[in-house]
């Protein structure tokens, strides 16, 4: 075979096996219900009202968040999230084969405070919101404080070990979510104890 008849079979190669690519699809950089930004840095002040934005200029993209193993796609119409082709991709891709929904109007405020207060799972922690706005906050590889806000369509994974903390948003109380999970999550929540790094047992990005 020569250059030219080489090319064309690479070419036929990639245009037979990359389109459609299930893996290119799933996940994307560009959520339009996900944005996020850095912290101020007193932490004291967010503590005090952890539903109000806190917003800073120093905005976090996308493409960061999956650098630190957060993945995000977007689900076109989430009252009908079940069937959304590319969700189901995700879901045989990642075995989640179950999920249940929360409704945060009945959540405790037990329960609100276990959210907010900082924690890590073993497991990934997949979370879609059909309605209203949450807030995950999440550490970066510097310990750094960063919020993400995420609404209505927006599907997000946190990599397991990620140190976390979750409030519903006080723009819009009314939060709904799917959590999908593996047939036996493990759902502990390992409360980090004091500020120091030590004790991060699972950490993702060691
Ligand atoms: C994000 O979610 C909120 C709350 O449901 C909704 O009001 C808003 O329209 C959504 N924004 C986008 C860009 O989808």
């Not at 905005?59 to 082709?85: I, M, N, R, Y």
Request: glycine share 4%; hydrophobic share 35%.
């Amino acid at each position: 075979m020569d250059f030219t008849e080489v090319k064309s079979v690479v070419l036929l190669f990639l245009t037979v096996f990359s389109v459609p690519c299930p893996f290119r699809m799933a996940f994307s950089p560009n959520v339009a219900n996900l944005t996020a930004w850095y912290f101020p840095d007193d932490d004291e002040i967010v503590q005090e009202k952890p539903a109000r934005p806190h917003m800073t200029d120093k905005k976090v993209s996308q493409k960061q968040l999956a650098d630190f193993g957060v993945l995000a796609a977007e689900v076109k119409q989430p009252k009908s999230w079940d069937e959304d082709t590319n969700l189901q991709e995700i879901r045989k891709n990642r075995g989640y084969q179950s999920h249940d929904t929360v409704d945060c109007s009945s959540l405790s405020d037990d329960t609100k405070v276990k959210f907010f207060t900082e924690h890590l799972h073993v497991d990934e922690e997949i979370r879609l919101i059909t309605n209203g706005i949450g807030y995950f906050d999440i550490r970066d590889p510097e310990d750094k404080w960063i919020r993400i806000r995420i609404g209505t369509g927006a599907l997000i994974i946190l990599p397991p070990g990620i140190w976390h903390r979750f409030c519903v948003s006080e723009e819009d109380g009314c939060l709904k979510a799917v959590r999908l999970f593996t047939n036996e999550p493990k759902w502990t929540a390992y409360p980090r104890d004091g500020n120091s790094l030590e004790g991060i047992a699972f950490n993702c990005y060691s």
